[in-house]
């Protein structure tokens, strides 16, 4: 078992054309390996930022044959020999019309072995105008998700899940010691909440946490805040992006999380 993992989190400015934010996440997600990196996040919407009404013209299924999306996240991580996490992007749902917002994990050899499906949908109206109804066109998924990377067990979620304690409790009920959180938390409530609401996760679940954000202005008016980051188990941010493209890297080290749950038990006292 590995004591440790270098990790990155990748910080995007997508807009609404597949190919050519696919390009800007292949450069980056390379330069990323280059650098040492063996686990990469990339944020929610990282393949396709536009009105929600219109992913479903580029929604594509997991399973059968690969669309654009999946075949260039399989091919990346496969070439780099790394662990991808694609943090949000339209699959196909039963509901043509209500494609899933789905996280996926390909392993080093560019197979699927993870995914999950957004469960807290973004139905909100915003005092800066931003109004968002996620769950008219997004179905909704049910269940929490671990997955294996390299010895270590990381819990999914996906941008508003990080409101929701109670799916991170879950997460730690299986065994996580890496919560990632792909978003596209936008610049109004970011300013305010990110740092405070990924610190909070990080500390009552005892566990590194790897956030990657949208930055900067999208379509439908849409801006989002950016300060990708990763925070260790006692809450300090230990890496965080600047303003604009580009990635943070940082070093997940198993010995540091023991120490502080071996230190402050806290998971142990848990009564309800």
Not at 120 to 137: C, I, P, Q, Y
Not at 232 to 243: L, M, Q
Request: charged share 25%; proline share 5%; net charge negative.
């Amino acid at each position: 078992m590995a004591d440790t993992l270098d990790v990155a989190v990748v910080q995007l400015n997508s807009q609404d054309d597949v190919a050519q934010n696919l390009s800007v996440v292949g450069k980056l997600v390379r330069e990323a390996a280059e650098r040492g990196a063996r686990l990469v996040l990339l944020p929610e919407n990282f393949a396709f930022f536009s009105a929600d009404t219109a992913r479903r013209d580029v929604a594509e299924p997991l399973d059968g044959p690969a669309g654009p999306i999946r075949s260039a996240l399989s091919t990346l991580a496969r070439e780099c020999r790394i662990t991808l996490i694609g943090g949000g992007f339209p699959e196909t749902s039963p509901n043509e019309l209500r494609p899933y917002n789905t996280l996926a994990v390909f392993d080093p050899q560019g197979e699927l072995v993870a995914r999950y499906r957004k469960i807290h949908l973004f139905d909100v109206d915003l005092a800066d105008g931003t109004s968002m109804r996620e769950s008219e066109a997004t179905g909704a998924g049910e269940e929490p998700a671990v997955v294996q990377v390299e010895g270590f067990t990381v819990g999914l979620s996906i941008c508003y899940d990080l409101r929701f304690p109670e799916l991170y409790r879950a997460l730690c009920q299986r065994g996580a010691e890496i919560l990632v959180v792909p978003a596209a938390f936008t610049l109004h409530t970011g300013k305010d909440h990110w740092h405070v609401l990924l610190r909070a996760r990080a500390i009552e679940s005892q566990c590194w946490l790897l956030a990657a954000n949208q930055f900067g202005r999208h379509p439908q008016a849409r801006t989002t805040y950016g300060h990708s980051l990763v925070v260790d188990p006692w809450g300090t941010v230990v890496v965080e992006a600047s303003d604009g493209v580009g990635l943070a890297l940082a070093r997940i080290d198993r010995k540091r999380l023991l120490e502080i749950r071996r230190g402050l038990p806290s998971l142990a006292h848990r009564k309800l």
